[in-house]
């Protein structure tokens, strides 16, 4: 749908309110915006020339993504509670997952904690707190189909991580790295 306040187009539905399209950025598939919950404005700002075909947009309600000018994103799931921050000329393949949070604690107690929480029963109860680290990939990276990218993580610019790699930490720009976990393999 397009209007005066998105100069892009979303194909399939209401944008939601607090979502910025840059022109000619072209947003595509049915559950793209199926668990946004963001309420901070933006909460979602894709810049100009982008598309981003079959790609969710989990946001939680105190989190932010920005994705900059002549990205073209398929079929990814972006996953924050925080912040995911794409730079510009990014292309990132099916499959990939980028994610700033665990989204459950790891210690064993704790996740029974959290399970109780969330039930029935934990009526009110509150969730223990849960790790959380911005994502930030800069400028002129190629990540490859089937990737999982984890929290807390840089990806600088001019990477480039093969398909199927598990990154979980920082990438030096210009870095060629695959593996799970990834690792660096040339530059």
């Known amino acids: 749908m397009r209007n005066d306040h998105h100069p892009g187009l979303w194909m399939d539905g209401e944008l939601p309110p607090n979502c910025r399209l840059g022109e000619r950025t072209v947003v595509t598939g049915a559950t793209a915006f199926k668990r946004f919950h963001s309420r901070r404005d933006p909460g979602l700002t894709i810049g100009a020339n982008s598309t981003m075909d079959g790609v969710q947009f989990a946001i939680g309600a105190e989190a932010t993504v920005s994705i900059g ?61 849960i790790a959380r680290a911005p994502v930030v990939i800069e400028d002129d990276v190629w990540i490859g189909p089937s990737c999982t990218i984890l929290k807390g993580v840089r990806i600088g610019r001019g990477a480039f991580i093969e398909p199927g790699s598990v990154v979980t930490r920082d990438v030096e720009p210009g870095a060629h790295v695959l593996g799970n976990p990834a690792r660096e393999v040339a530059r």
């Open 69 to 129: 000018d002549f990205c073209y994103l398929t079929n990814a799931v972006l996953l924050a509670e925080l912040e995911i921050s794409i730079g510009r000329y990014v292309i990132i393949g099916w499959n990939t997952t980028i994610a700033d949070t665990d989204f459950h604690p790891l210690a064993p107690a704790l996740r029974i904690q959290d399970a109780r929480a969330l039930s029935p029963l934990g009526r009110g109860m509150a969730r223990p707190t």
